[in-house]
């Protein structure tokens, strides 16, 4: 069964430090986003991509946060100055044309 | 706003017996509600999903059934074992397509 991949697993970093989250979605599936979910918390939205632009973005998705396809395979998420806040699991997830959603297994990011 | 309450935070079974989750949405044009199992350290797992032109669905042991004039849908799961032990969550899309999750629900299964 098709999956959607992210690396790293888990991710420690230091405050203020810029971080890449990556992510391989399934191959022919054509809405892209992001979700994140704080330790013992609900799962949140982040940030929606399809044809390779944004289409939606959280409040949470601020101008710390950006998202890129580069190359057609990749689905990325960069925080460009992580605060202790942003420690959370971040959550890659993929669609086809139906309203059926694949998660990744999530990218644990430790902000120390 | 674009809400999802889910109730009961946890919930407490013996094996064998069912377990009832439910779920409250806000946002009238909702039209697909799926159902998430999330294990330790894991990403949601699609366990059952129902479009708003379905009143039940059914999957073995797992059902869900949806109340769109009341804005409620409901996880039942019959004859639960141990491995059900999780936490679930319920979700509700948007117009746009994003899903708004509820707060979860921790399962546990007592043998």
């Known amino acids: 069964e098709p999956e959607v991949t992210q690396t790293p697993s888990h991710q420690v970093t230091q405050m203020g430090q810029e971080v890449i989250l990556r992510c391989v979605p399934i191959?022919?599936?054509?809405?892209f986003y992001w979700y994140r979910q704080i330790l013992g918390q609900k799962v949140e939205f982040l940030v929606s991509?399809?044809?390779?632009?944004?289409?939606?973005k959280s409040e949470i998705f601020d101008d710390q946060f950006s998202v890129e396809r580069p190359d057609g395979s990749n689905f990325t998420l960069k925080i460009r100055s992580t605060k202790l806040e942003d420690s959370a699991m971040y959550f890659c997830?993929?669609?086809?044309?139906?309203?059926?959603?694949?998660f990744g297994s999530g990218t644990r990011l430790t902000v120390v | 706003g674009e809400n999802v309450e889910q109730h009961p935070s946890t919930l407490s079974v013996q094996e064998g017996d069912s377990a009832v989750i439910k779920c409250t949405y806000s946002?009238?044009?909702?039209?697909?509600f799926p159902w998430y199992k999330q294990e330790l350290g894991k990403g949601p797992q699609l366990i059952i999903d129902?479009?708003?032109?379905?009143g039940e669905k059914k999957d073995q042991r797992i059902a869900v059934t949806l109340n769109k004039t009341a804005k409620h849908f409901s996880l039942h799961i019959t004859e639960t074992q141990p491995e059900d032990s999780a936490v679930y969550f319920c979700?509700?899309?948007?117009?746009?397509?994003?899903?708004?999750f509820g707060q979860g629900t921790t399962l546990q299964v007592k043998p």
């Open positions: 997830a993929s669609r086809g044309t139906g309203w059926s959603y694949t």
């Open positions: 191959s022919n599936h054509l809405y």
């Open positions: 991509f399809y044809n390779n632009e944004i289409s939606e």
């Open positions: 946002d009238s044009a909702s039209n697909y």
């Open positions: 129902i479009r708003s032109n379905v």
């Open positions: 979700a509700a899309s948007t117009v746009t397509g994003k899903l708004i």
